[in-house]
């Protein structure tokens, strides 16, 4: 059964400070792996998306890192700021035919930033 | 500034009745998406559609749901009957997908539409 797991499932941390999310997954064949960020009553928003061939792939202060072998993936904000605070979705997709993908969708983790 | 709109952004009903949501995605966009968001589940995945064609709707309850595409600038999700169970927040997402260009599927997502069944 492919499944997504995320941690920590919560997290707060000071202004400023660098943090790094986890993802692992289960899935396969394996496509590409998307982190989302959403905010309070909105809907999510693509941060990064990674291939089977990307290890690593940045936006801004948010840079993602994937591990093909060990199926598992990382999101590492640097300088966090009080915008920062969020949901973060880790969700695997899974190309089952030509066009059609099967996403699975972690649980997020919830991060809090504070003054 | 192209984006998806939803409506209602908010809902409230009462067990029984029906109820429809809309979705217009973003002009262009041959890829429609409905997902449902709850606490405890997280997101899942209802349905998709490619060219107004169903693709996957494995994630939708068929004996109450339904999805259709009538134009490529309008999906709509009804729920009939609507059980206090269905309470979560609804989003629509669209993309672009080309068959052969090796793109995969970037969403965007709408701003979602809160449904609360007494």
């Known amino acids: 059964k492919n499944q997504v797991e995320q941690s920590p499932q919560s997290l707060i941390i000071l202004e400023g400070k660098n943090c790094t999310l986890q993802?692992?997954?289960?899935?396969?064949?394996?496509?590409?792996l998307r982190w989302y960020k959403q905010d309070t009553g909105r809907g999510p928003v693509s941060l990064t998306i990674?291939?089977?061939?990307?290890n690593t792939k940045s936006n801004g202060r948010y840079t993602a890192t994937l591990d093909a072998d060990t199926k598992q993936s990382s999101l590492h904000i640097t300088a966090s700021q009080l915008s920062d605070s969020a949901s973060y979705i880790c969700?695997?997709?899974?190309?089952?035919?030509?066009?059609?993908?099967?996403?699975?969708f972690g649980t997020g983790t919830r991060l809090t930033i504070i003054p | 500034d192209a984006r998806v709109t939803q409506t209602p952004r908010d809902k409230v009903t009462e067990m029984g009745q029906e109820v429809t949501m809309r979705c217009q995605p973003i002009?262009?966009?041959?890829?429609v998406f409905w997902y449902r968001q709850t606490m405890m589940q997280g997101l899942e995945l209802l349905a998709y559609?490619?060219?107004?064609?169903?693709?996957?709707d494995s994630g939708m309850p068929k004996d109450r749901f339904s999805a259709e595409m009538p134009d490529a600038t309008l999906a709509t999700l009804k729920i009939q009957p609507s059980e206090p169970r269905d309470s979560a927040v609804y989003f629509c997402?669209?993309?672009?997908?080309?068959?052969?260009?090796?793109?995969?599927?970037?969403?965007?997502f709408g701003p979602g539409t809160r449904l609360t069944v007494l």
């Open positions: 002009l262009g966009h041959n890829t």
């Open positions: 990674m291939t089977f061939s990307e």
């Open positions: 993802c692992n997954y289960t899935v396969s064949p394996f496509s590409n």
């Open positions: 997402a669209s993309g672009f997908w080309l068959a052969g260009s090796g793109s995969y599927n970037e969403q965007f």
């Open positions: 559609f490619r060219n107004r064609a169903p693709l996957d």
């Open positions: 969700v695997v997709s899974a190309n089952w035919d030509f066009g059609n993908e099967k996403l699975t």
